[in-house]
T-cell receptor, first 108, second 116 residues
Framework: KNEVEQSPQNLTAQEGEFITINCSYS?????LHWLQQHPGGGIVSLFM???GKKKHGRLIATINIQEKHSSLHITASHPRDSAVYIC??????????FGTGTSLTVIP | DTAVSQTPKYLVTQMGNDKSIKCEQN?????MYWYKQDSKKFLKIMFS???????INETVPNRFSPKSPDKAHLNLHINSLELGDSAVYFC???????????????FGPGTRLTVT
């Protein structure tokens, strides 16, 4: 069993829909990262959080430390949001554990 | 200006060869990383390194070795390449001792290695 589980694995949405991607982890962490990998392959760090909630534009990330769960929300989704979203848990020993990614396709 | 750059972007080589992938960051960060992304798109950390400490993922074969001539560079050397080494390799950097302390990472564009 992977230390970080994401759901769903694949997601197709209509433009404008509200999207939620979930991440559960079983390791003790000091930070939880959300990454976006574009179809061209490049990886961008979206969020790094250790508690509460963060917002960048239409993207919101939340984390519940007690439940070992994080969510990434996209409001008013757009075709340019189509990408793979990866959750990564970082522990205090500088080890990273990656989820298998959620492939999102937003249809116009 | 590119924050984290890697060369080459594509590398095709035969089994048994030795090859290197270069990584440079111009962000002034003190920690750099190498990741491997396999054909199923699963990312795994291989190394994290700053001027004080090299942390190696214990699952990485010792044919892989990081070399850091200075803080801005972390090159990846691979000896005796095997078919299973085919993957995309990403370099990243952060300020501070890695993501374990909640430091945002900046990724390079990746190097697609194909071993034939």
């Amino acid at each position: 069993k992977n230390e970080v589980e994401q759901s769903p694995q694949n997601l197709t949405a209509q433009e404008g829909e509200f999207i939620t991607i979930n991440c559960s982890y079983s390791v003790g962490i000091s930070a939880l990262h959300w990454l976006q990998q574009h179809p061209g392959g490049g990886i961008v760090s979206l969020f790094m959080l250790s508690s509460g909630k963060k917002k960048h534009g239409r993207l919101i990330a939340t984390i519940n430390i007690q439940e070992k769960h994080s969510s990434l929300h996209i409001t008013a989704s757009h075709p340019r949001d189509s990408a793979v979203y990866i959750c990564a848990a970082a522990n205090t020993g500088n080890q990273f554990y990656f989820g298998t990614g959620t492939s999102l396709t937003v249809i116009p | 200006d590119t924050a984290v750059s890697q060369t080459p972007k594509y590398l095709v080589t035969q089994m048994g060869n030795d090859k290197s992938i270069k990584c440079e960051q111009n962000l002034g960060h003190d920690t750099m990383y190498w990741y491997k992304q396999d054909s199923k798109k699963f990312l795994k950390i291989m190394f994290s390194y700053n001027n004080k400490e090299l942390i190696i993922n214990e699952t990485v074969p010792n044919r892989f070795s990081p070399k850091s001539p200075d803080k801005a560079h972390l090159n990846l050397h691979i000896n005796s390449l095997e078919l299973g080494d085919s993957a995309v390799y990403f370099c990243a950097s952060s300020q501070g001792s890695g993501g374990g302390r909640g430091r945002e990472q900046y990724f390079g564009p990746g190097t697609r290695l194909t071993v034939t």
